[in-house]
């Protein structure tokens, strides 16, 4: 059974970082490929980055390029979130995904396994 847990949400000033983790266990860790998604209340969920494992390729939407940054550490079975130069848009509930696909994707409906989501609130 896959299973994702997600943590290092909280509450930051704009400007302000955080790192996000998510631990994913279940299979070759190596082997998914990984994305994170966000939704904000009443909004739909949004994606954000997404790194293939078979190429290497890393996809990051517009509104982060330059600010967040994803990693992955196989050895942990972790990947990361690097958030900087945070905004009060950025508000919302992060969700790591993972799925078994060769290439990064990015829409939520190409990724199996979800994590519980981890707040993100940037005040302004």
């Known amino acids: 059974q896959v299973q994702l847990v997600e943590s290092g949400g909280g509450l930051v000033q704009a400007g302000g970082s955080l790192r996000l983790s998510c631990v994913v266990s279940g299979r070759t860790f190596s082997t998914y490929t990984v994305g994170w998604f966000r939704q904000a209340p009443g909004k739909e969920r949004e994606f954000v980055v997404a790194?293939?494992?078979?190429?290497?390729?890393?996809y990051y939407a517009d509104s982060v390029k330059g600010r967040f940054t994803i990693s992955r550490d196989n050895a942990k079975n972790t990947v990361y979130l690097q958030m900087n130069s945070l905004k009060p848009e950025d508000t919302a509930v992060y969700y790591c995904?993972?799925?078994?696909?060769?290439?990064?994707?990015?829409?939520?409906?190409?990724?199996?396994?979800w994590g519980q989501g981890t707040q993100v609130t940037v005040s302004s």
């Open positions: 790194n293939g494992w078979a190429t290497g390729t890393t």
């Open positions: 995904a993972a799925d078994g696909r060769r290439m990064a994707a990015t829409s939520y409906t190409n990724y199996a396994y």
